[in-house]
């Protein structure tokens, strides 16, 4: 090979160098307290200040919040936990509680709980962030918010192998916990799509409402009373110190409600967002 074919081939070479993506990252799981999983690049992003609310501020789920705060402490603890799902009503406090719950363990014994995001999207690539997550050696709670399955989806069979089904299943220092606005994960029309099609009906449905199984622990959360709805408002308006009696306070809240169409954590906190802005103060 001729000096100047070498020389030729060294140039290639670097400039498909420069071409390559840079490698992943190196996962470090003491960086932070909360990170999101990317998978395209694998890539674990430290969360440094997590979008969350005090627990003392969830109201109308003291019995949810009690059972997922028992689970997830006895899984802290190095003691056997099942995985949870969170199902119901939107904006009723399903993701809030799971974020609340980890803060307060969290204080209680600093680092001792990661917590994981991983979107819908990204639940194919599951298995690779479990592989990470084991070779860490940290305890994680492995968050999926709004989980749920459409049409032919067939995500649903990867993640029910990874939760309990599998060969492997989950590592010990994993729990899975997600949220849902479906009960079974799956959309009505995908439940009975496969009932008309299938030799068996019944065994066909069978298999794919078995995903829900896989969570051992199953907490409902619904759209609250009113009573529990000023509760919460005025939890908030506690905790913030908004300069508002309590007779305008309700009639105010209990307008923003029907004009929403339901009463529920969300629309206090969207009413108390408003609230705040048109009496000047912030919110912190």
């Given amino acids: ?83 949870a799902l969170l199902w119901g009503a939107r904006g009723t406090g399903k993701s809030s509680l799971v974020k609340a719950v980890h803060a307060v363990l969290n204080a209680e014994s600093p680092h001792s709980l990661a917590l994981v995001e991983i979107h819908r999207e990204d639940i194919p690539s599951l298995p690779r962030l479990l592989r990470i997550l084991k070779d860490s050696g940290r305890r994680c709670l492995l968050f999926c ?51 008309s099609t299938a030799i068996n009906p019944h065994e066909a449905v069978e298999e794919k409402v078995s995903l829900s199984d896989r969570f051992g ?19 908030y308006v506690s905790r913030y110190g908004l300069p508002i009696d309590v ?5 105010e809240a209990n307008e923003w409600a029907m004009t929403r169409g339901s009463r529920s954590g969300r629309v206090a906190w969207q009413f108390i967002q408003d609230l705040a802005g048109r009496l000047g103060k912030a919110l912190v």
């Avoid at 299943?169 to 995908?190: C, E, I, K, Q």
């Avoid at 622990?217 to 408002?233: K, P, R, S």
């Fill in 1 to 83: 090979m001729t000096t100047d074919a070498i020389a030729l081939l060294s140039r290639i070479a670097d400039a498909l160098d420069r071409l390559a993506p840079p490698p992943p990252p190196a996962t470090d799981l003491s960086a932070a307290d909360a990170f999101i999983w990317h998978a395209d690049p694998d890539e674990l992003e430290p969360v440094h200040s997590v979008n969350r609310v005090d627990l003392d501020l969830l109201k109308g789920i003291e019995r949810q919040r009690a059972q997922l705060l028992d689970n997830t402490r006895r899984f802290a603890d190095g003691l056997p936990a099942n995985n």
């Fill in 145 to 195: 918010d709004d989980l749920s399955f459409e049409g032919t989806d067939e995500a649903y069979k990867s993640l029910k192998a990874v939760l309990e089904g599998g060969i492997e299943g989950r590592p010990g220092n994993v729990v899975f916990y997600a949220t849902s606005n479906r009960r079974h994960l799956l959309s009505r029309d995908m439940i009975e799509n496969e009932r």
């Fill in 217 to 235: 622990l199953w907490l409902g959360f619904h759209h609250v009373a009113q009573d529990t709805y000023f509760d919460i408002v005025e939890g």
């Fill in 247 to 251: 007779e305008t306070l309700r009639a």
